[in-house]
């Protein structure tokens, strides 16, 4: 089955600063990669996420890139806030009505006021 | 904000009781999901039901039982759970899609198993 990799579990950032979290998976199979934000007592929220026909998607400080070859996906955060410390969930699924979706082990981030 | 509700949000029960977990979706979401999250984990799938039908059941013990009353609610019965039960149960939705469905969560139920 599917594998993916997350890293770095944890990660601090001043305010202002940018962010960086990458993922890997193992199945080429794989066409979509969604990430997920959660912040403490809270449920998963979508914040952003690509299919394999494209590279890269920005939604205003947040970016995600795809490399189908090397199978690896990275989230981008520029100009870090507070409120943007949460636990960042990366997963892949090999679509084609798979309901199925893996995981990475998650990103707990911090920034720094 | 979310647009999956589950309520409650918070349960405590105890090993004999029988208690349910409820959810709730308005977008027109025909396949929704129950997960279960353990402290400091990513979410684990345990129930897809795809048009009011269970399409997958990761394994999950009889002592959790799913129900699809329509396409907008989804429950999660549970009857003689054990501590070790004790966890986050996120309900989420999503359209039947050729590729990759996309998935919502909603904000979960605290369930403490004493």
Not at chain 1, 91 to 103: I, K, W
Not at chain 2, 31 to 58: C, D, G, R, T
Request: charged content about 20%.
């Amino acid at each position: 089955g599917e594998n993916v990799e997350q890293h770095p579990s944890t990660l601090s950032v001043q305010e202002g600063d940018s962010a960086v979290i990458k993922c890997t998976y193992s199945d080429s199979a794989s066409n979509y990669f969604p990430w997920y934000k959660q912040e403490l007592g809270k449920g998963p929220q979508l914040i952003i996420d690509i299919r394999s026909n494209v590279g890269e998607k920005k939604d205003q400080r947040i970016a995600v890139t795809l490399n189908k070859t090397a199978k690896h996906f990275s989230l981008h955060i520029t100009e870090t806030q507070p409120e943007d410390s949460a636990v960042y969930f990366c997963a892949a699924s090999m679509g084609a009505g798979s309901y199925q979706l893996t995981f990475g082990k998650g990103t707990k981030l911090s920034v720094i006021p | 904000d979310t647009e999956v509700t589950q309520t409650p949000k918070h349960l405590v029960m105890g090993m004999t009781n029988k208690k349910s977990l409820k959810c709730e979706q308005h977008m027109g979401h025909r396949a929704m999901y129950w997960y279960k999250q353990k402290a400091k984990k990513p979410p684990e799938l345990m129930f897809v039901y795809s048009y009011e039908k269970l399409s997958i059941n990761e394994s999950v013990p009889s002592r959790f039982s799913p129900e699809c009353p329509n396409s907008s609610l989804l429950n999660l019965h549970l009857h003689a759970l054990q501590p070790e039960d004790s966890a986050l149960y996120l309900c989420a939705s999503s359209q039947v899609q050729t590729s990759g469905n996309t998935i919502y969560f909603g904000e979960g139920s605290w369930l403490t198993v004493v």
